[in-house]
Each structure stands twice: as structure tokens, then as C-alpha cells.
């Protein structure tokens, strides 16, 4: 894993890159940025694990599924925020970040056309990947596995490895290769951190 290369790359893409030892510091640094705002948060075990739900709460107007149910009203507040927080699926050393989603509520929300949109992207360094192909075989075969709410009988589920199902429930309907900020946002921000966090 070449953090420094990802870096790069991820910078001449033009998102804005953060790199902390810990969580902790990665919530501290998150909850000062984020005040006085609207704020959607996407499906995401390195968010919830990170708590920052309730301390952006104090002082944002803040929505998310999780925890404000899984309403067509609440994706459609969170996809409509002016700040978006969800950490990828996997990114990739040449400085793509891979989103992998069953709903399409987190792509559709880092994509819905709102300028001045912020999105801030908290990521464990273990989810740098050498390359696309590589970026999104972790996507596809990892994260499905892991964050599945809604099913346990998915074939990568069995076995950690993507068998391109056709299952009802199949986790990969839309898939999202964010290259750096898009034009309209004010900024796209990874948030590295050392620590081994979300799946
Ligand atoms: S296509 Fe099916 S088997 Fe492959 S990762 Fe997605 S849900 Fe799992």
C-alpha cells in the first residue's frame, strides 16, 4: 500500500486529502469543519464507528438512515445536504475511489447537483488498493460481505468472494468511480486513517 502515491493521485484529481494516526482525531478534525449545516450521512460502518452522529447533531441539522429510518423522506433530506459523509468501498492508488451500493442513496447523493456541496470521506488506509481492478474486486468482494443489513444468503457472504450473482438481493446495483472533486462541489475530502476501521 502506497499512501503517499494515493495521495498524490488522489490531489491531481483535485479532492483534498487529510491523514490522521486514529479515529478520534479523524471525529475531532470532522465535528470543527462541519457547523452550522445541513448534513447527510451514507450507509457506513467507519462513520458510525467513528461517533460522529450525535456531535454533528449538536450543531448541524443532521440526517441519516441508520438512525432516522429507512424513509423515502429521510434518503431524500441526506441526498440533499450540503455536506455528505460516507467512506468508499476501496480507492485506488492511481487515485479512483470505488462506491458500491444496493439503494444507490450514497451514489445518487455524492452525484445530485447542488453547488457548494462538500463531501467529506473518512477511509482506513487498508482500503487502498493498487489499481481500479484491484479497487473494485475489494468492493465487490469485501464490502458486500460485510455490510449487508438485509440478508445473510448472498454467495460472497458464504466465501468473501464476488460470484456475480443474480440474487434478488444482490448488494451491487450501482457502483460509483469518483475521480476528485466534481465541478459543481466546493469539495471532495478523504479522510485517511491508520487505524483499522469499517469494513
Ligand atoms: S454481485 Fe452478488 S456475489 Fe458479487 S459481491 Fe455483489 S452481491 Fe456479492
Redesign the pocket.
Known sequence: MNLEKTIRNLELFGAEVKHFATAAEAADYLVSEITGTTVGIGGSQTVDRMGVYERLKETNEVTWHWKDGFDEDVYRRAREAMVYLCSPNAVAETGEMIFIDGRANRVSAMTTMIEGKRLYLPCSVKKICPDIASAVERA??IS??NISRFTDA???QKDGN????R?PQ???RAFLMLCGKITWMEKAEVIFIDEDIGL
Open positions: 465487490r468482494s458486500p460481505a448472498l454467495p460472497c464476488c460470484h456475480d450473482c440474487d444482490r448488494m451491487c
